[in-house]
Nanobody, 122 residues
Framework: QVRLAESGGGSVQVGGSLRLSCAASGSMFSSNVMGWYRQAPGKQRELVAYMHRVGLTIYADSAKGRFTISKDNTKNTVYLQMNSLKPEDTAVYYC????????????????WGQGTQVAVSS
């Protein structure tokens, strides 16, 4: 079992920055891959970025160049640094974790956090 605790969401103006954090507790093996997805009102949940424990990272096109995912393996915590935020980044951001064999880019991992709201206003 893995529990995920997210923090760092909030409201920001266009061009601003936010840093999301997600701390995982429980099985280290089951959280070898950690990442972020988001869901805007009326839209399906979509990938933002994810990262393997060994460092491999994958970004959605919308995140490339503006967002950076990083992980502190000693704390089993994944971060999402979001810069140059746009109104279309407004969404609930969810942290997800899973083992390497059970993490799917389309659907994420087996474990999910409760979500944290990010609102970008112009």
């Amino acid at each position: 079992q893995v529990r995920l605790a997210e923090s760092g969401g909030g409201s920001v103006q266009v061009g601003g920055s936010l840093r999301l954090s997600c701390a995982a507790s429980g099985s280290m093996f089951s959280s070898n891959v950690m990442g972020w997805y988001r869901q805007a009102p009326g839209k399906q949940r979509e990938l933002v970025a994810y990262m393997h424990r060994v460092g491999l990272t994958i970004y959605a096109d919308s995140a490339k160049g503006r967002f950076t995912i990083s992980k502190d393996n000693t704390k089993n915590t994944v971060y999402l640094q979001m810069n140059s935020l746009k109104p279309e980044d407004t969404a609930v951001y969810y942290c997800t974790a899973g083992s390497q064999t059970r993490f799917d880019e389309k659907t994420g991992g087996a474990y999910w956090g409760q979500g944290t709201q990010v609102a970008v206003s112009s």
